[in-house]
């Protein structure tokens, strides 16, 4: 069984210009996470979502941050514009519900804003 | 603010030693405790986890003790292997709300041969 799929895996900008990162849950697993994961910290969450709907955003930072899970499934994160202190890794994760269990994290994407 | 607190930042531990990293978490509300292991360039993954009804839980050579009224876990690594080399983070999740993953901060073990 594939895991969860992130792409890219790499991303290298330029202040204030725009990025997005998606992901690819495991299939069957409705709850899905975008966490954030600053150099030499244990990632923090940006946003929950139960299928298409987000039910826990109060980490991200909607000025810059945006996300979608349009259709329950794949997920995009967006930042517009990008800032030197975006640079991290970002982590996605699923789960098969909330509260149950294992959540399974993704390679994650490292994102460097020059 | 950081909801779990976690001890040492790093860790130098001999081939056939034995690993110990310890967590201290605040919110009462917390009744899930996992334990993550991520290798460079890779997410992590679940090692092991304990819900506060038990004191121990034992997975080979990795075992979780949980102490409930000092609101304290840790992980010990036995026999531990250069392969364990790795970032070690601890967690806990209020299962019947929020859901997110509460991490500590991790910590780095090397296990020389």
């Known amino acids: 069984e594939a895991g969860v799929v992130q792409s890219p895996r790499y991303k290298i900008i330029e202040k204030k210009q725009p990025v997005a990162f998606w992901c690819n849950p495991i299939?069957?697993?409705?709850?899905l996470y975008w966490y954030l994961q600053n150099l030499g910290q244990g990632p923090e969450l940006l946003i929950r979502?139960?299928?298409?709907?987000?039910?826990?955003d109060s980490q991200l930072p909607k000025d810059r941050f945006s996300a979608e899970r349009l259709k329950g499934v794949d997920s995009t994160l967006k930042i517009q514009p990008a800032e030197l202190g975006d640079s991290a890794v970002y982590l996605c994760?699923?789960?098969?519900?909330?509260?149950?269990?294992?959540?399974?994290f993704g390679p994650g994407t490292r994102l460097t804003v020059l | 603010q950081q909801q779990v607190k976690q001890s040492p930042q790093s860790l130098i531990v001999q081939k056939g030693g034995i690993s110990i990293i310890n967590c201290a978490y605040e919110?009462?509300?917390?009744?899930?405790f996992p334990w993550y292991q991520q290798f460079p360039g890779k997410g992590p993954a679940l090692l092991i986890a304990?819900?506060?009804?038990?004191s121990e839980k034992k997975e080979g050579r990795f075992t979780i003790s949980f102490n409930k009224s000092a609101k304290q876990f840790s992980l010990h690594i036995m026999d531990s292997q250069p392969g364990d080399s790795a970032t070690y983070f601890c967690?806990?999740?209020?299962?019947?709300?929020?859901?997110?993953?509460?991490f500590g901060k991790g910590t780095s073990l090397l296990v020389t041969p």
């Open positions: 994760a699923s789960s098969l519900a909330p509260g149950f269990g294992e959540q399974f």
């Open positions: 299939s069957g697993h409705n709850t």
């Open positions: 979502y139960e299928n298409e709907e987000a039910v826990d």
């Open positions: 919110n009462t509300a917390f009744d899930y």
């Open positions: 304990i819900r506060p009804d038990v």
């Open positions: 967690a806990a999740q209020n299962s019947n709300s929020g859901y997110a993953l509460n």
